[in-house]
């Protein structure tokens, strides 16, 4: 059974700093592509930042230079590091989990972040 877990959501205000954790349990993670994805209601969920098996990280224009996506495959855990938080930036956010071979997707429940002062 796989299942994503989120934490690290919670209120911050603008310009401040979150991190993001996901635990994945199952045996797949190593196998995995991991990425953050962000909803916020009325609009669809975009892609945030990737990380794939080996050392490849990718971005959304709108978070380079402020979030960064890490992993560590021991703890089977991926990160989000959100600085400058923006007011627009509220959203959930999501895990996923894409296995590179099977092309099998997994998503976590999502945690909120709000972005006020």
């Known amino acids: 059974q796989v299942q994503l877990v989120e934490s690290g959501g919670g209120l911050v205000q603008p310009g401040g700093s979150l991190r993001l954790s996901c635990v994945v349990s199952g045996n797949i993670f190593s196998r995995s592509i991991m990425g953050w994805y962000r909803q916020v209601p009325g609009k669809e969920r975009e892609l945030v930042a990737k990380?794939?098996?080996?050392?490849?990280?990718s971005y959304a224009e709108a978070v380079k230079g402020r979030f960064t996506i890490s992993r560590d495959n021991a703890k089977k855990t991926v990160y989000l590091q959100m600085n400058s938080l923006k007011p627009e930036e509220p959203a959930v956010y999501y895990c996923n989990a894409q296995h590179a071979c099977l092309g099998t997707t997994y998503w976590g429940q999502g945690t909120q972040v709000t972005v006020s002062s």
């Open positions: 990380a794939d098996t080996g050392v490849s990280l």
